[in-house]
């Protein structure tokens, strides 16, 4: 196997299974709800409340498992939204930033490489798009 073919494969399945870790990763954040005293109905409110970032990610991440375009602007996004959010809080102190590295860095390396990957699959259709002229 040619050392092209082996970093296309990388590129092509780091961010997908990085992004699949990284959403089980954010879904741990919500087992702090359990805690005695609590309804199931309570704790099932509390989960699903806990994990609608992680399911709005789930659901670009199928999207981007074939548009890679997606994937890599939105998990930017994701990134640059939770520093901002984490910027705004009133109680915001500046050694939280070194926070955001657990949780942005992630999601910015994984939209890199959705990037990435959309562009080299670009480049090969504008490739063969030019061939065949």
């Given at each position: 196997?040619?050392?092209?073919?082996?970093?296309?494969?990388?590129?092509?399945?780091s961010p997908r299974i990085l992004g699949i870790m990284f959403i089980l990763?954010?879904?741990?954040?919500?087992?702090?709800?359990?805690?005695?005293?609590?309804?199931?109905?309570?704790?099932?409110?509390?989960?699903?409340?806990?994990?609608?970032?992680?399911?709005?990610?789930l659901v670009v991440f199928i999207i981007s498992w074939k548009r890679e375009i997606v994937g890599g602007i939105v998990f930017i996004l994701a990134g640059l939204l939770y520093i901002a959010l984490l910027a705004i809080?009133?109680?915001?102190?500046?050694?939280m930033l070194s926070w955001s590295v657990i949780i942005a860095g992630p999601a910015f390396m994984i939209g890199i490489l959705f990037l990435l990957n959309w562009r080299k699959k670009h480049n090969q259709e504008n490739t063969l798009k030019h061939s065949k002229k």
């Open positions: 196997m040619a050392i092209s073919e082996k970093i296309n494969k990388y590129i092509y399945w990763f954010l879904m741990l954040f919500s087992l702090d709800v359990f805690e005695p005293g609590l309804s199931p109905q309570q704790i099932t409110i509390a989960l699903f409340m806990h994990n609608i970032p992680a399911m709005l990610l809080n009133p109680t915001f102190e500046w050694y």
